[in-house]
């Protein structure tokens, strides 16, 4: 089946920085999306991708959709103590209707030092 | 707009029992998917209705179902619970399934 890859697990920086996270498969995807997900709550839609080429920020977020549809990427900018958390990303396929689902990629754990 | 609403929050239930999980989706939202979330297998895709129908399942035993009803609020069930559907069950709500997908605070189950 369709998979995401997000790697490293785990990632540690210093407040202020700026992060870089990106999301791979081996098939195209027509949407992308990123989500963060707080300890013990639902994960959150930060920001949504339609287009190849697409960059879209949300405040200090930007996010782009690979050329090739097969990535895409999430940047943080000037990271703050509340940034920290599990960051998904997710496909959908190409067909629509009864094929039409979202995958998950495992998340990366964002931590980041006062 | 009312978010994604899922009840109970947290469940504690013995092996062997069976547990019914509520979500009401975003009011105007059709499309209903439920995961399984845990700290080694992370987010699962259990199911997703559409229209009071199931669309798309994933590779969960029989023992995981769910239903929607016309108002597309869904419930899921789960019967002879086992140790292993300790998780956090996610529901998401959407237009159509395959695009901008809206999630509840989860219900938290703990089987014991």
């Known amino acids: 089946g369709q998979q995401l890859n997000q790697s490293p697990q785990s990632m540690f920086i210093q407040e202020g920085e700026d992060v870089s996270m990106n999301c791979t498969s081996s098939?195209?995807?027509?949407?992308w999306l990123w989500y963060k997900q707080d300890p013990g709550e639902g994960p959150v839609l930060l920001i949504a991708?339609?287009?190849?080429?697409e960059l879209t920020s949300n405040g200090r977020l930007t996010a782009q959709f690979g050329i090739t549809r097969k990535d895409s990427f999430l940047n943080i900018s000037a990271s703050i103590p509340s940034d920290v958390g599990i960051y998904f990303c997710?496909?959908?396929?190409?067909?629509?209707?009864?094929?039409?689902?979202?995958?998950f990629g495992k998340g990366i754990t964002l931590s980041v030092r006062p | 707009k009312a978010g994604v609403t899922q009840t109970p929050r947290y469940l504690i239930k013995t092996r062997g029992q069976q547990v019914t999980l509520s979500c009401s989706p975003i009011?105007?939202?059709?499309?209903v998917s439920w995961y399984q979330q845990t700290p080694g297998q992370g987010l699962q895709f259990l199911f997703e209705?559409?229209?009071?129908?199931?669309?798309n399942k994933g590779n969960f035993p029989g023992r995981f179902s769910g239903r929607q009803f016309s108002n597309s609020r869904s419930e899921m069930n789960v019967s002879t619970l086992e140790l292993g559907d300790s998780a956090l069950y996610l529901c998401?709500?959407?237009?159509?399934?395959?695009?901008?997908?809206?999630f509840g605070q989860g219900t938290r189950l703990t089987v014991v």
């Open positions: 998401a709500s959407s237009n159509q399934g395959d695009t901008e997908a809206f």
């Open positions: 098939s195209i995807f027509n949407t």
């Open positions: 991708l339609y287009k190849a080429g």
């Open positions: 997710a496909g959908s396929y190409p067909d629509t209707g009864a094929n039409s689902k979202l995958t």
């Open positions: 009011s105007g939202h059709r499309s």
């Open positions: 209705y559409f229209s009071e129908t199931q669309r």
